[in-house]
């Protein structure tokens, strides 16, 4: 691999033009009001020896030598900000930057451009993700599911998958938002119910600043038991067209943006990817051969200081075939075919209304589209071939709308306020075959065609006591037609700064979460063939989470930070004489599909984590993660706690790097990722536990600046040691013995990105 790599770079490095001057760049951006998000204008800003205002936009603009720089900005009303950018050749900087007024107290540190702070709101478990960083990390595959799982708390489930398991509890529990939309599961192959798979459809190249929620949320958020995956799309370039290239684990892809109108009042910004996973397939590798495509768009128009209009669209197919009948030998006991295919449909619209300098009002509409199919088909020795014995062809439509209202009341309190409507409209058709009785005559197991109304409704305050003391108070409501189910849910934060680098933060709330919609209407046939929807009843699954957080800011970019949390679950779906409870979904790639379901299960998880976190500064960065916890379940009051799949006691993560900048040209980059953690428990009783996971991961990556152009060459090295990681172990019913799987063994993946 190291001839490969060597080999790749004296391919390119003839590309490189030699240059007699450092290429440079403009770096643009807008200043906001954090909380009002008010544009700024008259805010210095300086970059070396450059300096410049905002205009009455809060927009700016310099131009600068290709680098690191630090971006200073500061008005004699607001705190000074000092933002840590690196500057590339072939694309501009664009940069989103919050000030506070000086009647707050707040970290006086240095964050990077895209290292906005936590929105205020959020006092705990609490983290930043920053794209531009986390692409670092080893191992990611541009995925920000995978790169999440160097943060504390987050479980290692599947290398396979990129399942996003928090404290313990089921990846269902999780909620993706994009831009203000909740978008359901952002993954190619993702059945209905799910929030992850194999690949992702979401792409770090048109990701900004974005929060991700592990415990104690506000009430804004809501309708998730587990995180909150707040993501937000950059905007295009409003003032020159810019291109990119890229191909990869994620496939061949091609990407655009630029103005739509005149004098930076829009823009566009569109992706395209096409699957490139089928080559190594060609090359020897034992893989499935995997096809999927999607698109993204998003669109920005200004309709005067006050209106603004964004429309993101998000498009993805996917198929993959496994045709044990195609291979070329005897066909025997555990064969089988299966074909999936799955479709993702996307579009929402919002608008941004400022009527006041103080007030914010925003507004969405959103459809949603979710397709799944399932054929399979398994070899029956009786009749000596592949039969199918299951067709799974459902769909799930969605149209949610919203209205949000933001309003500083007085220069210490803001008020939030929003109402929420989900419609869905769903098919459920499943067949299943008696291959012992009837093979291919096929017999309904389900049909379903219903619909269900969702309502939500928050309020939320928060109040700055002192100029060290913030109080965040809300109430978060929810009521479901289908059932008459309704949930309040209050909540409760303060945050204390102890000194202006050394914060401790305490956060309470009830939660509830609707249940994957094909669980209510499962169907029970009684003798005579007579369907019963046993499941329809079900109420909200709920959970009271109390989290307190210590943060110190050190010297030169580090950070350290302590988690301890609680969290308590009741009204779970159970089914006690399958031991099935929902807080063990997930662990398989399905989500069971049992009726007579009770709410009667109860959880609890517990834990303490420990981050210490290097932003990438002078050159390196370090996330040095550690987690214990426990994770436990009951199936009713009667019976006793066990672990849950995901309870595997210790996570301890490192993920560093380091950049070597050869000259103003070239740089050289290596990141190394290390992750050692307990296994899951499996077992009918979860009793027995899966050997202890191990991996190490290792990036190395070449980036070259030309002066219209520049391009990144990266090798990226998973599970470098080839460590065989236990996936599962299962008992065969038609081999008759237990089965051990194992996950991903070293795989390399190359990936070649160029801007211009």
């Given at each position: 691999?190291?001839?490969?790599?060597?080999?790749?770079?004296?391919?390119?490095?003839?590309?490189?033009?030699?240059?007699?001057?450092?290429?440079?760049?403009?770096?643009?951006?807008?200043?906001?009001?954090?909380?009002?998000?008010?544009?700024?204008?008259?805010?210095?800003?300086?970059?070396?020896?450059?300096?410049?205002?905002?205009?009455?936009?809060?927009?700016?603009?310099?131009?600068?030598?290709?680098?690191?720089?630090?971006?200073?900005?500061?008005?004699?009303?607001?705190?000074?900000?000092?933002?840590?950018?690196?500057?590339?050749?072939?694309?501009?900087?664009?940069?989103?930057a919050e000030m506070a007024p000086k009647i707050y107290q707040i970290e006086g540190v240095t964050v990077s451009a895209q290292h906005r702070k936590v929105g205020r709101a959020n006092f705990t478990s609490a983290t930043v993700f920053n794209p531009e960083e986390a692409?670092?990390?080893?191992?990611?595959?541009?995925?920000?599911?995978?790169?999440?799982?160097?943060?504390?708390?987050?479980?290692?489930?599947?290398?396979?998958?990129?399942?996003?398991?928090?404290?313990?509890?089921?990846?269902?529990?999780?909620?993706?938002?994009?831009?203000?939309?909740?978008?359901?599961?952002?993954?190619?192959?993702?059945?209905?119910?799910?929030?992850?798979?194999?690949?992702?459809?979401?792409?770090?190249?048109?990701?900004?600043?974005?929060?991700?929620?592990?415990?104690?949320?506000?009430?804004?958020?809501?309708?998730?038991?587990?995180?909150?995956?707040?993501?937000?799309?950059?905007?295009?370039?409003?003032?020159?067209?810019?291109?990119?290239?890229?191909?990869?684990?994620?496939?061949?892809?091609?990407?655009?943006?630029?103005?739509?109108?005149?004098?930076?009042?829009?823009?566009?910004?569109?992706?395209?990817?096409?699957?490139?996973?089928?080559?190594?397939?060609?090359?020897?590798?034992?893989?499935?051969?995997?096809?999927?495509?999607?698109?993204?768009?998003?669109?920005?128009?200004?309709?005067?200081?006050?209106?603004?209009?964004?429309?993101?669209?998000?498009?993805?197919?996917?198929?993959?075939?496994?045709?044990?009948?195609?291979?070329?030998?005897?066909?025997?006991?555990?064969?089988?075919?299966?074909?999936?295919?799955?479709?993702?449909?996307?579009?929402?619209?919002?608008?941004?209304?400022?009527?006041?300098q103080r007030a914010r009002v925003e507004t969405r509409a959103a459809y949603t589209r979710v397709d799944y199919r399932l054929d399979y088909a398994e070899y029956i020795p009786k009749y000596g071939k592949i039969t199918q014995t299951w067709r799974e062809n459902s769909?799930?439509?969605?149209?949610?709308?919203?209205?949000?209202?933001?309003?500083?009341?007085?220069?210490?309190?803001?008020?939030?306020?929003?109402?929420?409507?989900?419609?869905?409209?769903?098919?459920?058709?499943?067949?299943?075959?008696?291959?012992?009785?009837?093979?291919?005559?096929?017999?309904?197991?389900?049909?379903?065609?219903?619909?269900?109304?969702?309502?939500?409704?928050?309020?939320?305050?928060?109040?700055?006591?002192?100029?060290?003391?913030?109080?965040?108070?809300?109430?978060?409501?929810?009521?479901?037609?289908?059932?008459?189910?309704?949930?309040?849910?209050?909540?409760?934060?303060?945050?204390?700064?102890?000194?202006?680098?050394?914060?401790?933060?305490?956060?309470?709330?009830?939660?509830?979460?609707?249940?994957?919609?094909?669980?209510?209407?499962?169907?029970?046939?009684?003798?005579?063939?007579?369907?019963?929807?046993?499941?329809?009843?079900?109420?909200?699954?709920?959970?009271?989470?109390?989290?307190?957080?210590?943060?110190?800011?050190?010297?030169?970019?580090?950070?350290?930070?302590?988690?301890?949390?609680?969290?308590?679950?009741?009204?779970?779906p159970v089914r006690p004489d399958r031991n099935f409870s929902l807080l063990n979904v997930g662990a398989d790639d399905h989500i069971p599909k049992l009726d007579s379901l009770r709410n009667d299960g109860l959880g609890r998880n517990m834990g303490i984590e420990f981050?210490?976190?290097?932003?990438?500064?002078?050159?390196?960065?370090?996330?040095?993660?550690?987690?214990?916890?426990?994770?436990?379940?009951?199936?009713?009051?009667?019976?006793?706690?066990?672990?849950?799949?995901?309870?595997?006691?210790?996570?301890?993560?490192?993920?560093?790097?380091?950049?070597?900048?050869?000259?103003?040209?070239?740089?050289?980059?290596?990141?190394?990722?290390?992750?050692?953690?307990?296994?899951?428990?499996?077992?009918?009783?979860?009793?027995?536990?899966?050997?202890?996971?191990?991996?190490?991961?290792?990036?190395?990556?070449?980036?070259?600046?030309?002066?219209?152009?520049?391009?990144?060459?990266?090798?990226?090295?998973?599970?470098?040691?080839?460590?065989?990681?236990?996936?599962?172990?299962?008992?065969?019913?038609?081999?008759?013995?237990?089965?051990?799987?194992?996950?991903?063994?070293?795989?390399?993946?190359?990936?070649?990105?160029?801007?211009?």
């Amino acid at each position: 691999m190291r001839t490969t790599f060597l080999g790749l770079l004296a391919l390119l490095l003839p590309l490189c033009p030699l240059m007699a001057q450092p290429p440079s760049q403009r770096v643009t951006g807008r200043i906001f009001e954090i909380g009002t998000s008010r544009p700024l204008p008259n805010v210095s800003v300086s970059l070396r020896e450059l300096q410049t205002l905002s205009d009455s936009l809060g927009r700016f603009s310099l131009q600068c030598e290709a680098g690191t720089h630090t971006l200073h900005l500061e008005h004699e009303d607001y705190n000074p900000v000092p933002l840590e950018l690196r500057l590339t050749s072939g694309k501009e900087l664009y940069v989103e930057a919050e000030m506070a007024p000086k009647i707050y107290q707040i970290e006086g540190v240095t964050v990077s451009a895209q290292h906005r702070k936590v929105g205020r709101a959020n006092f705990t478990s609490a983290t930043v993700f920053n794209p531009e960083e986390a692409t670092r990390y080893a191992g990611s595959l541009g995925d920000p599911a995978r790169m999440v799982r160097s943060y504390a708390g987050i479980v290692p489930v599947n290398d396979t998958r990129n399942d996003i398991v928090i404290r313990g509890n089921s990846p269902i529990g999780l909620q993706w938002k994009l831009d203000g939309f909740e978008i359901g599961n952002p993954n190619h192959y993702g059945s209905i119910g799910q929030t992850g798979n194999r690949v992702t459809l979401l792409n770090t190249n048109l990701l900004s600043s974005s929060t991700f929620l592990t415990g104690a949320w506000p009430a804004q958020h809501g309708n998730a038991a587990s995180g909150i995956f707040d993501l937000t799309m950059r905007d295009g370039n409003s003032q020159k067209f810019e291109f990119l290239g890229q191909t990869g684990w994620n496939g061949i892809e091609a990407g655009a943006e630029g103005p739509l109108v005149k004098r930076g009042k829009g823009s566009f910004l569109v992706d395209y990817r096409y699957s490139l996973l089928s080559l190594l397939r060609s090359l020897g590798l034992d893989l499935l051969d995997p096809h999927y495509h999607d698109l993204t768009l998003k669109g920005k128009l200004s309709l005067g200081p006050k209106h603004d209009l964004r429309l993101l669209t998000l498009l993805g197919r996917s198929s993959i075939e496994l045709l044990n009948s195609k291979r070329n030998k005897p066909l025997e006991l555990g064969d089988a075919d299966i074909k999936t295919a799955s479709a993702l449909y996307f579009v929402g619209l919002s608008e941004t209304y400022r009527p006041t300098q103080r007030a914010r009002v925003e507004t969405r509409a959103a459809y949603t589209r979710v397709d799944y199919r399932l054929d399979y088909a398994e070899y029956i020795p009786k009749y000596g071939k592949i039969t199918q014995t299951w067709r799974e062809n459902s769909y799930e439509d969605r149209l949610a709308l919203s209205a949000d209202l933001h309003l500083q009341l007085t220069p210490r309190g803001n008020l939030e306020a929003g109402l929420k409507f989900d419609r869905y409209w769903m098919r459920y058709r499943e067949h299943q075959t008696d291959e012992a009785t009837d093979p291919g005559k096929r017999a309904v197991r389900t049909n379903v065609s219903d619909h269900l109304n969702l309502y939500r409704a928050y309020t939320q305050y928060q109040h700055l006591l002192t100029s060290r003391l913030s109080l965040t108070t809300g109430l978060h409501g929810m009521y479901l037609q289908l059932n008459g189910a309704k949930s309040l849910e209050p909540r409760a934060g303060l945050k204390f700064y102890i000194t202006p680098q050394q914060s401790i933060a305490l956060a309470a709330g009830l939660y509830a979460q609707m249940l994957p919609r094909n669980i209510y209407f499962t169907e029970t046939k009684d003798p005579t063939g007579q369907a019963s929807q046993t499941n329809r009843g079900l109420d909200f699954m709920r959970s009271q989470h109390l989290n307190l957080t210590y943060k110190l800011a050190l010297s030169k970019g580090w950070e350290l930070k302590a988690d301890g949390y609680m969290q308590w679950l009741h009204g779970i779906p159970v089914r006690p004489d399958r031991n099935f409870s929902l807080l063990n979904v997930g662990a398989d790639d399905h989500i069971p599909k049992l009726d007579s379901l009770r709410n009667d299960g109860l959880g609890r998880n517990m834990g303490i984590e420990f981050t210490l976190e290097r932003r990438f500064l002078d050159s390196y960065y370090l996330l040095l993660s550690t987690t214990l916890y426990r994770s436990q379940f009951r199936l009713t009051s009667k019976h006793p706690w066990r672990s849950t799949a995901f309870d595997g006691g210790y996570i301890l993560n490192l993920s560093s790097g380091y950049e070597w900048k050869l000259s103003s040209t070239y740089a050289l980059m290596v990141d190394l990722k290390t992750s050692f953690a307990g296994n899951r428990h499996y077992g009918e009783h979860f009793t027995q536990k899966l050997p202890p996971y191990f991996r190490n991961d290792l990036k190395l990556s070449m980036r070259v600046n030309a002066p219209r152009y520049h391009y990144i060459l990266a090798v990226d090295l998973q599970n470098l040691t080839n460590h065989k990681n236990v996936d599962s172990r299962r008992y065969n019913d038609l081999l008759g013995k237990y089965v051990t799987t194992y996950q991903q063994g070293f795989l390399p993946m190359v990936t070649f990105s160029i801007y211009f």
